[in-house]
């Protein structure tokens, strides 16, 4: 659970939620060494006719792209509609934990430790893909702990049954269409066929869940067998895949995505959030200090983020940070990334404590909250109950405008204020 332009590419989990196969709300488990797939049960006959008809009239769309006859009826002799894929999709549990929860389960002391391992066993292949992307490894590997827990989470769905149920579904039909068409254009170039093109329900594909549209944009023959294999044991295509793809979003090497900082009293959160930047020198001037002591190094343009409101953490972010969100934009799952990477390496976890005796919103408050904003005229752009940067972004023009600390948190206090 990628999953959400030139890269118009997130990881999947971003489009549908945090995880769609193996972040911390981690789905189907693959072993090692032997292929699961999930049986597609059978839809009533109306439903099926109708998806075949779909089906059908999508095929000039695939010869326009230049899906060859062939391609066409290889890979699309066994689709069938997959209800499991529209039931999965109408009850996503969306993501409801607390940041500090969140985390816990993100960087865990297993996986950590699991993360160390891959680092030793995979220590050659790691240096080899840091020197040609510029990605550090502990970057690497901790992606691939969070999108497949290291591999042992690939998903065991037919990708294009789902994507076509989907993209026939019309609830999202566009997007869907979209990858349905990259998947047969994969299919096209050889890289894999039908059967072993396997992921999560949503179309995450791999040991760091590219979706078809990012696999085509981004993912690299590493091993030089003349196919882009993300899907097989050997991690090494889809290892070297997600730095290529970090690598292209901006990544600059040896530089932190972000560092844990202690605010001086007195702040001025309205300067909080991405919007406002200032090199660590003039953060400094400002009284913002590292969180271990002293100051912060000048690793370019930062801005101050709040992830659990005044009450917790506070995070020098750095461009590093928008390359992860590239891969999947929700700031849960980038922090999630960045401290693994951190912990693997061997730092220490955050130094000052979460909020955790605060009483999270509940979906439905969430939902509320943003049609309240949204009333008053800061507008959430929707009140799905995801609390995104255009919710963060409502809340904090609410709060500069009626006089509140602006430090952009859905809290039980702030709804309490706009009820």
């Not at 090692?32 to 059978?42: K, R």
């Not at 769309?61 to 499991?84: L, Q």
């Not at 026939?168 to 998947?183: H, P």
């Not at 894999?192 to 590219?210: E, I, L, N, P, V």
């Amino acid at each position: 659970m990628t999953i959400l332009k030139p890269i118009l590419t997130l990881s999947l989990a971003a489009f549908v939620g945090l995880s769609a196969c193996g972040g911390p709300g981690a789905g189907a488990k693959t072993s090692p060494g032997a292929q699961m797939i999930d049986e597609i049960p059978p839809a009533d006959p109306a439903t099926e006719a109708a998806f075949q008809s779909w089906l059908a009239a999508f095929k000039p769309r695939a010869m326009a792209a230049g899906i060859t006859e062939a391609t066409w009826a290889r890979a699309t002799a066994e689709i069938r509609y997959n209800p499991k894929v529209i039931e999965r999709d109408r009850n996503q549990a969306e993501f409801t934990k607390a940041i500090w929860d969140y985390l816990d389960s993100a960087a865990s002391d297993t996986r950590i430790e699991t993360g160390r391992e891959m680092l030793r066993s995979h220590a050659a292949l790691l240096r080899e893909i840091e020197a040609r992307y510029g990605v550090e490894k502990e970057v690497v590997v901790a992606v691939w702990g969070m999108e497949s827990n290291f591999g042992n989470r690939r998903g065991s769905t037919l990708i294009l049954p789902a994507l076509a149920t989907l993209a026939y579904d019309g609830r999202r039909g566009a997007f869907f269409a979209s990858q349905f068409l990259a998947a047969l254009q994969i299919i096209q170039a050889g890289d894999t066929d039908a059967r072993h093109m396997t992921g999560s329900w949503a179309g995450a594909m791999g040991h760091t869940q590219f979706i078809p549209t990012s696999y085509l944009a981004f993912a690299v023959d590493f091993t030089g067998d003349g196919k882009r294999d993300i899907w097989s044991d050997n991690p090494a295509d889809a290892l070297a895949s997600t730095a290529a793809y970090l690598a292209r979003s901006g990544w600059a090497k040896g530089q932190p995505w972000g560092v844990e900082v202690t605010l001086p009293a007195g702040f001025n959160y309205a300067l909080s959030g991405k919007g406002t930047k200032k090199s660590p020198a003039e953060w400094a001037a400002l009284g913002v200090r590292a969180a271990g002591g002293g100051t912060v190094g000048n690793y370019g343009p930062a801005s101050i983020l709040l992830p659990a409101g005044a009450q917790g953490p506070a995070l020098m972010i750095f461009g590093n940070f928008r390359a992860i969100s590239r891969y999947n934009n929700a700031d849960a799952y980038v922090i999630g990334v960045g401290h693994l990477s951190d912990r693997i390496k061997g730092q220490g976890p955050f130094l000052h404590p979460w909020p955790r005796d605060a009483n999270a919103l509940t979906l439905v408050e969430r939902q509320e909250l943003q049609r309240r904003l949204t009333a008053l005229g800061y507008d959430t752009q929707g009140d799905d109950g995801i609390i995104g940067p255009n919710t963060t972004n409502a809340i904090l023009a609410w709060q500069r405008a009626n006089g509140r600390e602006a430090d952009g948190y859905p809290s039980r206090k702030l709804l309490e204020a706009l009820r």
